[in-house]
């Protein structure tokens, strides 16, 4: 949802120009998780206080704003700037509710933040009490008049101190950065729920490890060398370092980051809630030092228009990554996870699996329930995270628990993972990002390998979770001799897929045609059954995201229980009918649709006989595989209708109204 970027420059020359555009290309890097306003702080020029620049509209329209700012080659050689993209949850988009957000009118403190203080309505109420006028409508806001109050009562307290005084009192999921005109050349950054990284580089050259000044009291400082040449990078996701450095540390819940005035960092914990406790001893500072696993090429867009097209188009290599080193590797004939290894058997003994997650990854996980329960022989249920929290159900430690979540730092599945937690079942991720809040709080899991995913419509990654959740499938069922020639089927089904998947690519000419017959309806049906059922959500869900259009995904078994209703010879649908165990159910359904004159487009399996599908109908012929797998190859000519519709319709592809990419925030 919210970005947050920093770029902190110490013993190093540079210009506000050049900060102002480090800010501007990291907020740019973010722009892919939503957003509705954007904003700036730098340094003023005569240093005496923080510089805001903020306002409604994209990044493009602040990067004006900015490049009329004063003296802008001005050299300054420590300076702190933090940046901000808003995605409104408190208080309408405007430049007043913009980040960063001030203390007072002086900016003594200002501070970007990506999350929900819970409990920002007392204290709002409290500060007012105590003479505050709040400018905004926004939770972010009392941040920094809490700290100036706090700090108008302790000035002794240093930076530090005083942001660990200020964190104790807010409740809620966050990621913070603050500066200060009290605490020129200074920052504070805090984790709490919400993603946070910090990238580390030497301009000049400089050491890979870090060197380490002697804990005190005021816990380890961190640097490479005295007087060195540094700059640090912040971010909400590793996509706007990576272009500077691939040094990162991923910030842990309740890492506190104090950087000083010469260009040293502090990293404490506050879960104790203590002023003075170091995270950890000087020896496993470095070991948290981590090489980012993005390249510049993943996050540029390349040859194509959008980035959901080039992520379209790159499934065909993307479903060779997930199985990369675990199907066929070295030398062995079959699937091995490294990921889940050493919890296999305890998985394996388990009474029951829950797959929880949001969104498209929900939707992977009802895509493969089925050939889970065959192949584990245990009961499997799937739940959307919202829900499953309103119920609070009963866990045990006999349970598996898989969360799925492309960033890892899905709101909803956190809060569950954190309610399977106390309970001690064991449980599994399958995320895309190393070193997110899923993949660290789990304990073991699959990465799904497939790349940065920008377009706020997921595409490849859902092909990638189903076929990481098949792999599970396979892994559980090993010892099964019963199951021996299904799993054949199906790992001969995985060695054809990126083939398969280069074929249905193919159809694209043919999608956009029919494309052209749709884009002006306002309504849609997607209907199908068995493992298809999944794709028809999967459908839905993208023609809804970025073409503002309503479409239902319809299991075409519940037809007579009142879809039926809706069936004319006006209202588009699309019947998917590939060859399964479930075909000629399928065909009892697709016939109900012509009897009651409707005239569906069909997805079928390639040459598909005209006794099904009648002459002067569209059909989209598709690859055939085996069952379980096929929806990896059906979802993608409707992945490539959702973007050709959207294009047609005129709408913002990568960037749907109202979206965000990572949904970090949740309701109270």
């Not at 109050?149 to 005083?162: A, Q, R, T």
């Not at 097209?309 to 062995?332: N, P």
């Not at 309504?523 to 995201?545: D, F, H, N, P, V």
Request: proline letters at 4%.
């Amino acid at each position: 949802m919210c970005g947050i970027f920093g770029y902190l420059n110490y013993h190093y020359d540079s210009t506000r120009d050049k900060v102002l555009k480090c800010l501007i290309v990291g907020l740019r890097r973010l722009e892919y998780r939503g957003y509705d306003s954007a904003g700036i702080s730098i340094d003023s020029i005569e240093g005496s206080k923080p510089e805001l620049f903020r306002m409604k509209g994209n990044v493009s329209e602040l990067e004006k704003s900015t490049s009329q700012a004063e003296d802008l080659q001005r050299s300054i050689r420590n300076h702190v700037g933090i940046a901000h993209t808003r995605w409104a949850t408190h208080g309408e988009p405007s430049e007043r509710n913009s980040h960063p957000q001030r203390s007072d009118p002086n900016n003594q403190f200002v501070v970007v933040h990506n999350g929900i203080i819970t409990n920002f309505s007392p204290l709002k109420q409290m500060l007012t009490g105590k003479g505050f006028t709040f400018e905004s409508d926004t939770d972010t806001e009392v941040i920094v008049k809490l700290t100036k109050y706090i700090h108008d009562n302790n000035p002794s307290f240093n930076f530090k101190e005083l942001i660990t005084e200020v964190t104790q009192l807010l409740d809620g999921a966050f990621a913070i950065i603050l500066k200060s005109s009290h605490y020129p050349g200074e920052a504070v950054a805090v984790k709490r729920g919400s993603p946070l990284i910090l990238g580390i580089n030497y301009p000049m050259g400089g050491p890979k490890t870090l060197r380490l000044i002697p804990s005190n009291r005021n816990g380890t400082r961190v640097h490479a060398q005295e007087m060195n040449a540094v700059e640090y990078y912040l971010a909400s996701d590793g996509t706007a370092i990576v272009e500077h450095t691939k040094d990162v540390i991923y910030l842990e819940d309740n890492d506190l980051l104090h950087f000083t005035n010469d260009g040293c960092f502090g990293l404490y914990s506050l879960e104790q809630g203590s002023l003075s406790s170091p995270r950890m001893n000087d020896s496993a500072i470095p070991s948290r030092l981590k090489t980012l696993e993005v390249e510049l090429s993943q996050i540029e867009m390349g040859k194509y228009d959008h980035y959901m097209q080039k992520e379209i188009f790159e499934q065909s290599e993307t479903v060779k990554e997930v199985m990369r080193g675990r199907l066929d590797h070295a030398g062995y004939s079959g699937v091995k996870l490294g990921g889940i290894s050493a919890r296999l058997t305890d998985i394996k003994r388990s009474n029951r699996i829950i797959m929880i997650a949001c969104g498209t990854s929900y939707h992977s996980a009802v895509a493969t329930r089925a050939i889970i329960e065959e192949m584990a022989e245990m009961p499997v249920t799937v739940e959307l995270a919202s829900d499953f929290m309103d119920r609070e159900p009963p866990i045990f430690r006999n349970d598996t628990v898989v969360f799925i979540s492309q960033s890892g730092e899905t709101a909803d599945s956190l809060i569950a993972l954190q309610y399977c937690k106390q309970y001690r079942a064991l449980c599994v991720g399958i995320t895309n990002t190393v070193g997110s809040a899923i993949a660290r709080a789990t304990d073991c899991g699959i990465h799904l390998n497939c790349g940065p995913e920008i377009g706020v419509a997921s595409t490849k990654a859902y092909t990638s979770q189903i076929i990481a959740l098949v792999l599970l499938a396979l892994q559980l069922g090993e010892n099964s001799n019963h199951l021996t020639a299904r799993r054949e089927e199906i790992m001969t089904g995985l060695r054809l897929l990126p083939l398969n998947v280069k074929k249905a690519l193919e159809l694209d000419a043919t999608v956009r045609s029919v494309a052209q017959t749709l884009h002006k309806h306002s309504s849609l049906l997607i209907m199908g059954r068995g493992y298809q059922y999944a794709t028809c959500l999967e459908a839905a869900l993208k023609i809804k995201e970025i073409c503002y259009v309503h479409c239902e995904g319809v299991m075409s078994g519940e037809l007579k229980h009142g879809p039926l209703a809706l069936i004319d010879d006006s209202l588009p649908i699309i019947f998917i009918a590939t060859r399964d165990k479930f075909f000629s159910k399928v065909s009892d359904g697709f016939r109900q649709v012509l009897a009651r004159k409707g005239q569906p487009i069909v997805i079928c399996s390639e040459g598909e006989s005209e006794e099904l599908i009648p002459k002067g109908f569209l059909r989209i012929e598709v690859p055939t595989t085996v069952d379980c797998l096929q929806g990896v190859i059906n979802i993608i000519p409707l992945q490539l209708l959702s973007y050709h519709l959207a294009v047609l319709r005129g709408c913002n592809v990568d960037k749907p109204r109202n979206l965000a990419k990572s949904v970090t925030v949740t309701e109270n």
